[in-house]
Structures are given as structure tokens and as C-alpha cells.
């Protein structure tokens, strides 16, 4: 599946953003997909993941409570609300997918990945 995400930008901290990602293809509810994240100089590191149906999440502790995973099957559409956002989440902020497995956190499982939108947060 061919990904494209978008809605990255600047914004303040506690501020708020919403990325999307638009997936190609006619088998998007087939796939577990997920957000990732890589700041300057670190790895890529697991935000959140949704399930095919979209009725169960996953979430990093330094995200829960602050970010949320929906999807559109519909729309082959997949969004990261992000709200309090926090200078420690400036980042490239990539979609990613796997039909591989069930829900899941380690970012080598996913095969699929979108181009990446930067998200950078003020203090």
C-alpha cells in the first residue's frame, strides 16, 4: 500500500495538530496502521497503532492521554490527533502499515511507509 502523510507544521507548545494519511489501494482495512517518529539524530520510535477495524489502539506512554489514533476505512484515510502538544514531540512524523500481524509496537514489523511530515513545537 502506498501512503501519503500530511498536516505537519509549526505550532506552540499545548498547542494542537492533526495529521492525515491517505493510503492507495482497494485492501486498506486489510492493515494494522500505525504513526512513527524520529526526531534529529535519534531512531525511529512507535507513537501509536490502530487496529483493521479500528477497534482497538495502541499508544506510547509518552503520548498517551495527549494523542489519538482513529482511521476511515472508507475514506482509506488514517489521522493522529495530537493535542498539549510539547517541544520533546518535534519530529518527522511517518504513517506506516503492515497486514502481517495484529496490533502491534515494534516498528520493524510494519513494511509499508509514508514519505513523513515534520511536526516542530515551540517552547
Known amino acids: 500500500v502506498q501512503l501519503q502523510a500530511s498536516g505537519g507544521g509549526l505550532v506552540q507548545a499545548g498547542g494542537s495538530l492533526r495529521l492525515s494519511c491517505a493510503a492507495s489501494g482497494r485492501t486498506f482495512s486489510s492493515y494494522i496502521m500505525a504513526w512513527v517518529r524520529q526526531a534529529p539524530g535519534e531512531e525511529r520510535k512507535f507513537v501509536a497503532a490502530?487496529?483493521?477495524?479500528?477497534?482497538?489502539?495502541s499508544y506510547s506512554d509518552s503520548v498517551k492521554g495527549r494523542f489519538t489514533i482513529s482511521r476511515d476505512n472508507a475514506k482509506n484515510t488514517v489521522y493522529l490527533q495530537m493535542n498539549s502538544l510539547k517541544p520533546e514531540d518535534t519530529a518527522v512524523y511517518y504513517c506506516?502499515?503492515?497486514?502481517?500481524?495484529?496490533?502491534?509496537?515494534?516498528?520493524?514489523?510494519?513494511?509499508?511507509w509514508g514519505q513523513g511530515t515534520l511536526v516542530t513545537v515551540s517552547s
Open positions: 506506516a502499515a503492515t497486514n502481517r500481524f495484529l496490533l502491534t509496537t515494534p516498528t520493524n514489523r510494519y513494511d509499508d
Open positions: 490502530i487496529s483493521r477495524d479500528g477497534g482497538s489502539t
